[in-house]
Structures are given as C-alpha cells and as structure tokens.
C-alpha cells in the first residue's frame, strides 16, 4: 500500500506540488529538491530553535547532488 507522505513526495519531485508545509519534526526528514525553507517563527513551542536544529531544518534548501540551487 502506498503511503500518503510517498504520494506527496513524487508529486513534488515531478513538480505537481510546488510547496510543502511541514512541522519541525517532519521537516527533519525531508529529502526533497526544494530551494527555500521558510521558518514561520524561530520557536518551537515555547522554546527557541536551537543551531543544530535550525542548521538541520535549513540545510533542506539547496542540497548538493539534488539541487544547483538554494
């Protein structure tokens, strides 16, 4: 059975869906060819996002070998 995160995922590769929005957690895991990663806030929850975290959540954007841009 396909999964639904599998469906997204190929649509947005082939380019049928051109922005994903994703919650930090998910957005941990994401290894999708995007150029922008946009932060809502600089929180989670009530904490502030931390530099390992944030360089992890914006080193989605522009990633060698997927992208030649970002």
Do not use: H, W
Not at 10 to 16: E, V
Not at 45 to 61: C, E, S, W
Request: proline share 3%; charged share 30%.
């Amino acid at each position: 059975q396909v999964e639904e995160r599998d469906i997204v995922e190929t649509c947005y590769r082939k380019g049928l869906v051109r922005v994903l929005t994703a919650t930090s957690t998910l957005a941990a895991g994401v290894n999708l060819p995007a150029r922008r990663v946009i932060f809502r806030q600089p929180r989670i929850g009530r904490d502030f996002i931390d530099g390992t975290r944030y360089r992890q959540m914006a080193g989605r954007a522009g990633r060698t070998g997927i992208d030649t841009k970002g």
